[in-house]
């Protein structure tokens, strides 16, 4: 593959050591802050109809949080710090933009832009990853027949036939590591965490964005202020679950992984694959969000309830995904812990402060249990 490359464009780039640092660049924020744009568009899409807009955001975001994983990737081993390469990953930002902007048309109507705001993404990326890794060239060719199959949806009818495809395309590339063996690959271990991280954090900023559009044109009153309140309480725990120790346990288990296969793979189950959830939850508990700021005091609908409650609970899973990838103490208590959240549900049909309180305190408590029980979670020695 990179034989069809000029011989200008393709250079020979060595892996950063583990013990050298590899800092996040500002151009990678920049980016980052551009992707969760276009994730933020589908926290509308579920509060305005939660079922097919859930159904909807998994189908799409299936596809679009593998690319974005691809440019956390690309930039730990091609690092932005040469002028060409910076200009690259604009160009691949303006893809994004233009994906962002589409995504509400991309079931309702049908908008070709996304695809080619998608084969912007995949070609730009493809194209920079081909400089320093030539075992990349199948996983670019997955990546291209994904972005026609988003095209075939996109041109085609409504429908079936669009969510088939778009279906379609998230099963292309997420099929890739089962057929593709990641030799070749390599990750410096606190650049991929730090990465998967930010875009985590920059999300949750999402549920905040959420209380203000929720907030827009009410009156500041009891209704208001509370909801605002406790929603902020829960992505503050939400926050404090992932970040305090699970991400900090992560980055160790990876440096302690010297086999780079086995690194790789690390990564693809625990940062990728269980960061699904993970970013899922957030959007659809921001969706719940926005339907109850300005309601503190009132009944929630059932929708509503279960997408507060079930988003924490995806979220969760999501964390013991990673905490059973990285093999880190105790996965299952996050199991357990989206369970009682779940539970907690139904109180919202009598009022919405007191689910939103109750979830604060299920989690305010397990994770006063978890700090009790452990100082830190460690990593188990490599395999």
């Given at each position: 593959?990179?034989r069809?490359?000029?011989?200008w464009?393709v250079?020979?780039?060595d892996p950063?050591?583990?013990?050298?640092?590899?800092p996040v660049?500002?151009?990678?924020?920049?980016f980052?802050l551009?992707?969760?744009?276009?994730?933020?568009?589908?926290?509308?899409?579920?509060?305005?109809?939660?079922?097919?807009?859930?159904?909807?955001t998994v189908?799409?975001f299936?596809?679009l949080?593998?690319?974005?994983?691809g440019y956390?990737?690309?930039?730990?081993?091609?690092?932005?710090?040469?002028?060409?390469r910076?200009v690259l990953?604009l160009c691949?930002?303006?893809g994004?933009?233009?994906?962002?902007?589409?995504?509400?048309?991309?079931?309702?109507?049908?908008?070709?832009?996304?695809?080619?705001?998608?084969?912007?993404v995949?070609?730009?990326?493809?194209?920079?990853?081909l400089?320093?890794?030539r075992a990349?060239?199948?996983?670019?060719?997955a990546n291209?027949?994904?972005?026609?199959?988003?095209?075939?949806?996109?041109?085609?009818?409504?429908?079936?036939?669009?969510?088939?495809?778009?279906?379609?395309?998230?099963?292309?590339?997420w099929?890739v590591?089962?057929?593709h063996?990641?030799?070749?690959?390599k990750?410096?271990?606190?650049?991929?965490?730090?990465?998967?991280g930010?875009?985590v954090?920059?999300?949750?900023?999402?549920s905040?964005?959420?209380?203000?559009?929720g907030?827009?044109?009410?009156?500041?009153?009891?209704d208001?202020?509370v909801?605002?309140?406790?929603?902020?309480?829960?992505?503050a725990c939400?926050?404090?679950?992932l970040?305090v120790?699970?991400?900090p346990?992560?980055?160790?288990a990876?440096?302690?992984t010297?086999?780079?296969?086995?690194?790789?793979r690390k990564?693809?189950a625990?940062?990728?694959y269980?960061?699904?959830?993970?970013l899922?939850?957030?959007?659809?508990?921001?969706?719940?969000?926005?339907?109850?700021?300005?309601h503190?005091?009132?009944?929630?609908?059932?929708?509503s309830?279960?997408?507060?409650s079930?988003?924490?609970?995806?979220?969760l899973?999501?964390?013991?995904?990673l905490?059973?990838s990285?093999?880190?103490?105790?996965?299952?208590?996050?199991?357990?812990?989206?369970a009682?959240?779940?539970a907690?549900?139904?109180?919202?049909?009598a009022?919405?402060?007191?689910?939103?309180?109750?979830?604060?305190?299920?989690?305010?408590?397990?994770?006063a249990?978890?700090?009790?029980?452990s100082?830190?979670?460690?990593?188990?020695?490599?395999?």
């Amino acid at each position: 593959m990179t034989r069809l490359l000029p011989r200008w464009f393709v250079e020979h780039i060595d892996p950063v050591p583990d013990q050298d640092e590899l800092p996040v660049s500002t151009l990678e924020l920049f980016f980052d802050l551009i992707f969760v744009f276009t994730v933020a568009q589908f926290t509308a899409i579920i509060a305005h109809d939660p079922l097919t807009g859930l159904l909807q955001t998994v189908l799409m975001f299936g596809f679009l949080w593998w690319m974005y994983a691809g440019y956390s990737w690309l930039t730990n081993v091609i690092p932005p710090v040469r002028p060409a390469r910076r200009v690259l990953l604009l160009c691949a930002m303006a893809g994004w933009l233009v994906v962002a902007l589409t995504i509400p048309a991309a079931f309702e109507g049908g908008s070709v832009w996304i695809a080619v705001g998608m084969l912007v993404v995949v070609v730009v990326h493809g194209l920079m990853y081909l400089q320093a890794a030539r075992a990349f060239g199948p996983v670019f060719l997955a990546n291209l027949v994904a972005v026609a199959a988003v095209f075939a949806a996109e041109l085609g009818p409504e429908g079936a036939w669009r969510y088939s495809f778009w279906a379609l395309a998230a099963v292309i590339v997420w099929s890739v590591p089962v057929w593709h063996g990641q030799r070749g690959l390599k990750l410096h271990p606190a650049h991929i965490t730090e990465r998967h991280g930010l875009v985590v954090l920059v999300a949750l900023g999402e549920s905040v964005v959420a209380i203000g559009i929720g907030a827009r044109g009410l009156p500041v009153d009891a209704d208001l202020l509370v909801a605002a309140v406790l929603g902020l309480a829960i992505g503050a725990c939400m926050w404090w679950s992932l970040f305090v120790r699970d991400l900090p346990a992560t980055e160790h288990a990876l440096k302690a992984t010297k086999d780079q296969v086995k690194r790789v793979r690390k990564v693809l189950a625990g940062l990728s694959y269980s960061f699904v959830p993970v970013l899922v939850g957030i959007l659809v508990f921001a969706a719940g969000l926005k339907h109850s700021v300005g309601h503190a005091l009132s009944p929630l609908d059932l929708e509503s309830t279960l997408l507060l409650s079930g988003g924490v609970a995806a979220f969760l899973l999501g964390t013991a995904g990673l905490r059973w990838s990285m093999r880190l103490p105790r996965p299952w208590e996050r199991v357990a812990l989206a369970a009682a959240v779940l539970a907690v549900a139904p109180v919202g049909l009598a009022n919405t402060a007191l689910q939103l309180a109750a979830v604060v305190a299920v989690l305010v408590g397990a994770l006063a249990l978890e700090g009790r029980s452990s100082a830190a979670p460690r990593p188990a020695p490599a395999g």
